[in-house]
């Protein structure tokens, strides 16, 4: 059994709700105030947020570290680069 790390974001956003490309907009002003090498928790709805958001935030140069379900929504897990 792999003992999987328990990463603390330094910082959240919940985005349930919120259409695109607010989303993308309001994610990466968040990010803008974080320091290279913090972790931030986005909390995205199904559908368009969720694959959208992802692919613009790589293209920015950070890192995705963790998508996963939660109750009707998802948690991502960014790395500033």
């Not at 259409?19 to 931030?40: H, R, S, W, Y």
């Not at 694959?51 to 929504?73: D, L, W």
């Amino acid at each position: 059994m792999v003992n999987e790390e328990k990463i603390i974001p330094d910082d959240k956003i919940d985005l349930r709700g919120v259409l695109c490309p607010i989303n993308f907009v309001k994610t990466k002003l968040k990010l803008e105030m974080m320091d290279a090498g913090q972790v931030l928790e986005v909390i995205l709805d199904d559908g368009e947020p969720l694959r959208s958001v992802p692919r613009s935030i790589k293209e920015e140069g950070h890192k995705i570290i963790k998508v996963e379900n939660i109750e009707n929504a998802y948690r991502l897990l960014i790395r500033k680069a």
